[in-house]
C-alpha cells in the first residue's frame, strides 16, 4: 500500500501542478510510426499513395490496474501528386487519452495538410521540403464524483464518499480548438540511404484548459525538434536512428535510440525485422517545504535525468508494419512501478496503387 500511495502521491503532483505545468501532451515511445501526431508536415509523406496508422499506449497498469493510463491514435493520409514532382498531403486523425480514476480524459479530432516541394537531386538522389498544418477540436472531461477531498475524511481514518467535498466547479468537460505548425526536410538516396530533420509548433492558438469560468489557464505551446534516417551496412543490414525532443512550458522530454533493420529479401519485397533501444530524458521535479523560515515556503529543484529505457521490436511485411515497445521505468518512481513503465503497439498499413515515384521518402 506505501507504493500505492507514493504513486498516487507523485502522479497527483505531476498531473496537477495547476498554473506551472498548465497540462501536458500526450506521447508515443514509437513516435516514428505516429507520424501525424509527431508533425503535421509529416501528412502524406511517404512512399504510397495512402496511410492507415493504429497507436495504443498502456502505462502504470501494474499498479494502478482498471485506472492506468491509457492512450489510442487512428489516422489517415493520402498523398496527392502536383505537377511533376510536387505533392499534396491530406490527412484526418482522432486520438484519446484517460488517466487516473478521476478519468481525466481528452478527446481529439483532426484535419491535416501539407505541400511537399522539390529541391533538386537527380536518379539517385532527392530532397524535399514540406511545409504542413493541422487543425482540431478537442474536449476534455473529468468525473468530479470520483474525486476525493480533504473534508471528506474524519480524521480517524475513516472514509465518507458522500460527505460535501465543499468543492465546485464551474464545468465538468469543456471543447478547445487546437491548431499546429510544421516543417520537415529530407533527402533520399537510391541505395536506401535517407536523413530528415523536422520542426514543429503544437498548440500555438495557446487554447484554456480551466475548469473555472472565472480563471484563463493556457495549454503552453509545445515545440517539436526530430530527426533521422537510415544507414545502410550492407546488402540486408541497416542502421536506423532517431531522435526527437520536445518543449511544452517548463517541462523538457528527449527521445533518442537506434535500431538495426535486417530486410528478410530485396528491398523492393518489403520485408524487414527491426529490434532497438532508446532512452527517455525528461526534466524531474524535486520539492519540499522548507520549515526554517517564516513562513514555511515550497522549494522546487529541476533537474534532467533519465525516465525509461525502451526496448522495441517491428516487422514489416508487404504493406503492413507491426511495432511492439516497452517502457522499463528507471526514475524514482521505480520504487512504486518495480520499473514497470508502459507497453505500445503500433500498426501501419499502406496502400500504394498505380503512382508510385521511385526514391520519394524514407521509410517510416
Not at 487543425?135 to 468525473?143: E, K, P, T, W
Request: proline share 3%; charged share 20%.
Amino acid at each position: 500500500m506505501r507504493k500505492f500511495y507514493y504513486l498516487l502521491a507523485m502522479l497527483f503532483f505531476l498531473g496537477s501542478y495547476g498554473e506551472e505545468a498548465k497540462s501536458q501532451d500526450i506521447h508515443f515511445s514509437q513516435f516514428y510510426m505516429s507520424p501525424l501526431n509527431l508533425n503535421p508536415a509529416m501528412t502524406g509523406v511517404m512512399q504510397c499513395n495512402h496511410r492507415f496508422v493504429v497507436n495504443y499506449r498502456n502505462q502504470w497498469s501494474s499498479v494502478l490496474r482498471g485506472n492506468a493510463y491509457s492512450t489510442y491514435s487512428l489516422s489517415y493520409d493520402h498523398k496527392i501528386p502536383v505537377g511533376r514532382d510536387d505533392y499534396f498531403g491530406v490527412g484526418a486523425s482522432l486520438w484519446g487519452d484517460k488517466a487516473g480514476e478521476s478519468n481525466f480524459s481528452t478527446t481529439q479530432g483532426r484535419l491535416s495538410g501539407s505541400f511537399s516541394k522539390y529541391m533538386g537531386g537527380d536518379r539517385s538522389k532527392s530532397s524535399y521540403l514540406v511545409a504542413g498544418a493541422d487543425f482540431g477540436v478537442a474536449q476534455r472531461d473529468l468525473d468530479f464524483s470520483r474525486l476525493r477531498w480533504g473534508t471528506q475524511h474524519d480524521g480517524q481514518g475513516g472514509f465518507d464518499p458522500n460527505a460535501d467535498p465543499q468543492e465546485t466547479f464551474d464545468r465538468e468537460n469543456f471543447f478547445f480548438g487546437d491548431v499546429s505548425l510544421g516543417l520537415l526536410w529530407f533527402s533520399t538516396w537510391n541505395n536506401g540511404r535517407s536523413m530528415y530533420f523536422g520542426a514543429a509548433a503544437h498548440h500555438v492558438n495557446r487554447p484554456n484548459q480551466s475548469f473555472f469560468g472565472d480563471n484563463d489557464i493556457e495549454l503552453y505551446t509545445k515545440y517539436t525538434l526530430h530527426g533521422g534516417g537510415e544507414v545502410p551496412m550492407g546488402h540486408d543490414f541497416a542502421l536506423v536512428p532517431n531522435v526527437v525532443a520536445m518543449f511544452q512550458g517548463p517541462s523538457f522530454q528527449f527521445n533518442g535510440g537506434l535500431s538495426a533493420r535486417f530486410d528478410l529479401g530485396s528491398r523492393m519485397d518489403r520485408q524487414s525485422f527491426q529490434i532497438g533501444a532508446w532512452v527517455r530524458l525528461v526534466n524531474n521535479y524535486t520539492w519540499g517545504i522548507n520549515t526554517s523560515v517564516e513562513p514555511a515556503v515550497v522549494e522546487e529543484d529541476i533537474k534532467v535525468g533519465a525516465d525509461a529505457i525502451i526496448l522495441t521490436s517491428r516487422f514489416d511485411f508487404e504493406y503492413f508494419g507491426l511495432g511492439f515497445s516497452y517502457d522499463i521505468n528507471v526514475s524514482d518512481l521505480r520504487r512504486a512501478t518495480n520499473g514497470n513503465g508502459a507497453f505500445e503497439f503500433s500498426f501501419i498499413y499502406y496502400i500504394c496503387g498505380k503512382e508510385v515515384r521511385g526514391v520519394y521518402c524514407p521509410r517510416w
